[in-house]
């Protein structure tokens, strides 16, 4: 038996007890990733503060040049961005084929959105949201095109999202885990630390019979 436990600030009282309970009978940490986190401030003026001076210039920049953010129902022009770059990048498909994305749309259309970055009116970036729980909103999926990469969409993209959350009264935003089988992506890691991001364990547990 393996389980993937959702990391501590997904619980409403934050607790180990599961943890605990799991080691005490038997189950051993098979994987310990991190998953970068966002705190977020109440007020959205506050954001850009945690962003590193890169970061905010690159927002300042993106908004310049002409990019523009918004939700959108362009499901399938994401998709696309998101399979040419894990194509690109490291030779895989997404976890979900464009027909069970848009199947948990249909079933969750209030738990899922996908916010976008066009320049010109073409879509150059975007990322897919999870509401998981009323406060916490998890970043399942992240692209963009690369020849598109020094427009900076990314960060003006994450700057609006931030905004949209603190509006809904979310307080914490997971960008997803920057390990594989405990291997950091750093350039990925400091990416996501940028924006204030912090490192916490999501942790897999097993048990052999």
Avoid: C
Avoid at 56 to 63: F, L, M
Avoid at 153 to 168: C, D, V
């Amino acid at each position: 038996i393996k389980l993937t436990l959702p990391p501590i600030f997904y619980h409403n009282h934050a607790s180990n007890y599961i943890d605990y309970s799991l080691l005490k009978h038997g189950f051993e940490y098979v994987k310990r990733e991190m998953t970068s986190t966002l705190f977020l401030e109440s007020d959205e003026e506050n954001i850009l503060k945690k962003f590193r001076p890169s970061h905010a210039r690159s927002v300042r920049k993106a908004k310049n040049i002409g990019v523009e953010i918004r939700i959108t129902n362009q499901i399938e022009e994401f998709y696309y961005i998101l399979k040419e770059n894990l194509k690109i990048r490291h030779g895989v498909n997404p976890t979900h084929t464009l027909q069970e994305i848009y199947k948990l749309i249909d079933l969750f259309p209030e738990s899922i959105n996908v916010f976008g970055a066009f320049y010109e009116g073409q879509m150059i970036a975007g990322a897919l949201n999870f509401i998981v729980k009323e406060d916490v909103v998890l970043a399942f999926y992240i692209s963009h095109k690369e020849e598109f990469q020094e427009l900076r969409p990314l960060n003006l993209l994450f700057y609006y999202i931030f905004k949209w959350a603190i509006k809904e009264k979310i307080k914490v935003y997971d960008f997803g885990i920057f390990t594989v089988d405990g291997e950091p992506n750093m350039g990925l890691g400091r990416f996501k630390e940028n924006f204030g991001a912090s490192g916490i364990f999501r942790d897999t547990f097993q048990i052999l019979f």
